[in-house]
């Protein structure tokens, strides 16, 4: 990689800060955008609830030149340098992505999600018609998992707070409002978290991977979402956990699988 590719690459900063009109919680959201790489074309990198943009920041520069596309990481709401805000759901973030990253549209050929962000990004897919690769995501929220995030929100465990820390940008406040976020989340219940239509519109368009031993979204839950998105890729990876498919034991395989599923996919 050249000296000067290479400084450009680094040098991550805030792209947009554009609101969103029909936010949920009935508030202006700016949301903030990194950018690393160059190209007419890009990539879109949604990261996990509680992480920022910065969570793809040791992979960004190699994907933005092995690609040659620019990689658009955006912080979602109350993450990161983005505002905070009152309420999070996914299809509120969703919409303060779409406006945020609007400029870009037509250069987009891939959203990439994790966890929550592969929440978010599916939705955003569903939207603007794009192909989605989604890590760690399941059809809706099981018994465990919102009495896990109703405990959250009233205080944070230490292995959640261990993870929220180094992200958080803005301090104690940011702190307080991802704790309160766990309490939006659990407060979604067991419903569907991708709504038919939203599946439907995904047809043929989305690859799915997770953690063979993910305990957070479990094997069900994925053959659930994937059996939901007709024509949708379901692939696990042997004995990874949650988001551990992105992690340096299975980060190769991930990244191929994506780039192939990419490198299938018209540009729209």
């Not at 939705?123 to 998992?145: E, H, M, Q, Y």
């Not at 956990?241 to 990419?262: E, S, Y």
């Amino acid at each position: 990689m050249n000296t000067s590719f290479t400084r450009r690459a680094l040098a991550w900063f805030s792209l947009a800060s554009i609101a969103a009109p029909n936010l949920a919680w009935g508030e202006r959201a700016p949301i903030n955008v990194r950018s690393v790489g160059e190209g007419p074309r890009s990539w879109v990198l949604v990261h996990p609830f509680g992480a920022s943009g910065r969570f793809w920041e040791a992979r960004a520069p190699e994907l933005a030149a092995l690609h040659g596309v620019r990689i658009l990481s955006p912080d979602l709401p109350s993450h990161g340098a983005s505002p905070l805000v009152q309420r999070f759901d996914y299809g509120s973030a969703a919409d303060a992505l779409a406006a945020a990253l609007h400029e870009h549209r037509d250069s987009i050929d891939l959203i990439v999600g994790a966890s929550s962000g592969g929440l978010a990004a599916l939705k955003l897919a569903a939207a603007w018609r794009k192909p989605v690769a989604a890590i760690g995501v399941g059809a809706s929220f099981s018994t465990a998992n919102v009495a896990a995030m109703a405990a959250e929100s009233q205080a944070l465990t230490s292995g959640a707070d261990q993870w929220v820390t180094p992200f958080l940008e803005q301090g104690a406040p940011q702190r307080a409002a991802i704790q309160r976020h766990y309490g939006d989340l659990a407060r979604l219940g067991e419903g569907a978290l991708i709504a038919p239509a939203e599946c439907d519109a995904l047809a043929g368009a989305v690859l799915i991977i997770n953690g063979g031993a993910d305990d957070f979204f479990l094997r069900d839950s994925a053959h659930a979402l994937a059996d939901a998105i007709p024509r949708s890729l379901l692939t696990f990876v042997s004995g990874a956990g949650h988001l551990q498919p992105l992690g340096a034991a299975h980060r190769v395989f991930t990244w191929r699988a994506i780039a192939a599923f990419a490198a299938t996919r018209v540009r729209n």
